[in-house]
């Protein structure tokens, strides 16, 4: 007997008939439920991408690949270690002046963080100089002009060409004692860095002024910024430098320094997956329970086809293959739904926003200003995979128990 009949027997049986019509409706629940759980495999795990993406590009482009600091605070000797760190997969290394300050607005007052950096050093920055929305860094070298982030400036009420004071937790001795620092800014520059934390917190400012405000000694900084040739590789580079410089210093790749939040974004990918993995699981139980029925219903059928010359091998993959039309369809259906999803996510969450009138994505808690997606090739087979193989699984036991009916038996009341 030809091995084409098989095909057309499980297409015959997938098609629903007349009096078939509750079995024909859980394999509909089936098909929804592979085809759900396969689309928001692919949404999760492209949102997951985007977030790890998006956040490790960020901090990379506002800080430096690898950090160094010295125990004793200040760091005297700069031109030493600058003349020491030589190596070929070093592209800059980066004097700073980091220091924190209270920010009076005319809205209100908020604390925030000093960078010093020279003008010069700003190109290793782009995520910073390419996302100037108001003002320019043109003038970024005189001792009273300031740079701050858009929701640092939106929040105590700053413009370009209005005069912030800052004032520093650094006292200096007057007629009435010690007082805080404080001095007037002259705001130059608005930036949009693409990171809520960083807007909202940061000032910059030349090195010289933030030496001046903040009372360091001259030529004195207290951070080395260090950025690389190849960024995956900084912690390896660290231990290298580390070395060089030997305990005096404290050297810190941009992974060590963010450790806790990478290990939470990968175990929260994980378990995100995991969970969502159990909607292929229940919809392969529905695949069961719908073959199990159509075995059921199809008793006289499978007797017959045995009579006439059919194997139980054959038996077993027309059950097997109806039940993996539903599995393929279902991922199929599911991967289109889910890319088209992952690729327009933003726009659905502005859609649904605007809808619902409610702020559905706050950058002040995902840290973002868009919802990020980076939808990978190999995640899409993956879950497809993963969603056959299941399906397959849910096939093999309504398909054997299908394939050992006897005919005898199933024909001897007809």
Request: glycine letters at 6%; aromatic letters at 10%; hydrophobic letters at 45%.
């Amino acid at each position: 007997m030809s091995d084409n009949f098989v095909l057309t027997v499980a297409c015959r049986y997938f098609s629903a008939k007349k009096n078939e019509k509750f079995v024909s409706l859980i394999s509909g629940f089936s098909l929804l439920g592979v085809t759900i759980g396969v689309a928001a495999l692919i949404v999760v795990t492209s949102v997951m991408n985007g977030f790890h993406l998006e956040l490790t590009k960020n901090i990379i482009g506002l800080n430096g690949d690898i950090t160094i600091t010295n125990v004793d605070r200040y760091i005297t000797n700069y031109d030493e270690v600058r003349q020491s760190l030589n190596h070929d997969y070093i592209k800059a290394v980066v004097p700073n002046i980091v220091g924190q300050a209270l920010a009076i607005g005319s809205r209100t007052n908020s604390g925030v963080l000093i960078k010093g950096i020279d003008i010069n050093d700003l190109q290793w920055k782009k995520a910073i100089l390419q996302n100037v929305v108001a003002g320019q860094f043109g003038d970024f070298s005189s001792n009273n002009v300031i740079a701050m982030g858009s929701e640092l400036a939106y929040l105590i009420g700053a413009k370009i060409g209005n005069k912030i004071k800052l004032i520093s937790p650094n006292t200096i001795s007057t007629a009435f004692g010690s007082m805080p620092r404080a001095k007037e800014f002259t705001v130059t520059a608005i930036f949009n860095s693409g990171m809520y934390d960083y807007d909202v917190a940061t000032v910059l400012m030349p090195i010289s002024a933030a030496r001046n405000f903040l009372s360091f000694e001259d030529n004195s900084i207290n951070l080395i910024e260090v950025y690389t040739k190849q960024p995956e590789q900084a912690e390896l580079f660290a231990n290298e430098i580390q070395a060089i410089l030997g305990e005096k210093f404290k050297v810190t790749s941009w992974q060590k320094s963010n450790r806790q939040f990478l290990n939470a974004l990968a175990v929260e990918r994980i378990t995100m997956f995991t969970i969502l993995s159990l909607i292929i699981v229940v919809a392969a139980f529905n695949i069961i329970s719908s073959l199990v029925m159509l075995v059921k219903d199809k008793t006289k059928d499978i007797a017959i086809l045995r009579t006439i010359g059919a194997s139980q091998q054959q038996i077993m993959l027309i059950f097997i293959c109806n039940g993996m039309f539903i599995g393929l369809i279902g991922t199929v259906v599911g991967g289109i739904l889910g890319a088209s999803f992952a690729y327009n996510i933003d726009n659905i969450r502005l859609c649904l926003e605007r809808v619902t009138d409610t702020k559905i994505f706050d950058a002040a808690i995902y840290f973002l200003y868009s919802l990020p997606s980076d939808v990978r090739l190999e995640d899409i087979i993956l879950v497809g995979v993963l969603s056959i193989f299941l399906c397959f699984c849910a096939t093999i036991y309504p398909a054997y128990k299908a394939s050992k009916l006897n005919p005898v038996e199933a024909l001897r009341y007809e």
